[in-house]
C-alpha cells in the first residue's frame, strides 16, 4: 500500500529508504547531500562499489549501517561523463527497470516498509506524472507500507 508523506524522508521509520541517484553520482545535492552528510560510510562504500562494478541506469545498490540502517540508491539517472560534472538526467525506462529491481529487492529481503521521496523528480528532471504510475505498477501491491515523501518539511518525520 502506497500512503503520500509530508516530512523529511531522513527521520521516516521506514526499515529502508530508497532514492534515484546516478551511477558514480558524487552526492553532491538534494536528498544524496543530505544521505552522504548523514551517513559519509555509505558514500565511501558506495564510490568504492562504483569503482568495481560500474553499475548501469536501472539497476540498484543496497547498503546496510551498522546502526542498522537500510538505503538503496537506484541507478534513475544517467552518469557523468567520464565521472566528471553533473549526472543526466533521469530516463522513464531507467526508473522503471530500477523500481523492478527495488521490488525483487525488497521481496527478497523482506523488508516490513519502505520510504522513498518523489523519485527522478528533482535533479533527475522527470515530471511526477511520469513517476507515479511506475511507482504505483511495481509497488503497489506490496504487503507492505510504502511511503513516498512528496512534500519535505525539515525537521518533521510525517504521517501517513
Not at 21 to 32: E, I, M, T
Not at 78 to 95: F, K, L, T
Request: net charge negative; aromatic share 8%; charged share 20%.
Amino acid at each position: 500500500m502506497i500512503s503520500e508523506i509530508t516530512g523529511d524522508i531522513l527521520l521516516s521509520t521506514a526499515a529502508a529508504i530508497a532514492h534515484g541517484v546516478a551511477p558514480r553520482d558524487h552526492f553532491d545535492s538534494g536528498l544524496a547531500l543530505s544521505l552522504r552528510e548523514h551517513w559519509p560510510a555509505m558514500y565511501k562504500d558506495f564510490r568504492h562499489y562504483c569503482q568495481h562494478h560500474h553499475p548501469e541506469p536501472g539497476g540498484l545498490w543496497a547498503w546496510g549501517g551498522t546502526d542498522g540502517t537500510r538505503l538503496i540508491a537506484l541507478f534513475t539517472q544517467d552518469p557523468a561523463p567520464h565521472d566528471h560534472g553533473h549526472p543526466g538526467r533521469a530516463r522513464v525506462e531507467s526508473v522503471n527497470h530500477a523500481l523492478r529491481e527495488l521490488r525483487r529487492h525488497v521481496q527478497a529481503e523482506r523488508y516490513p516498509s519502505l520510504a522513498l521521496p518523489r523519485l527522478a523528480t528533482g535533479v533527475g528532471g522527470l515530471e511526477w506524472s511520469q513517476v507515479l504510475p511506475l511507482l504505483e505498477h511495481h509497488l503497489g501491491d506490496l504487503e507492505l507500507p510504502v511511503y513516498v515523501y512528496t512534500t519535505y518539511r525539515a525537521g518533521i518525520a510525517g504521517e501517513p
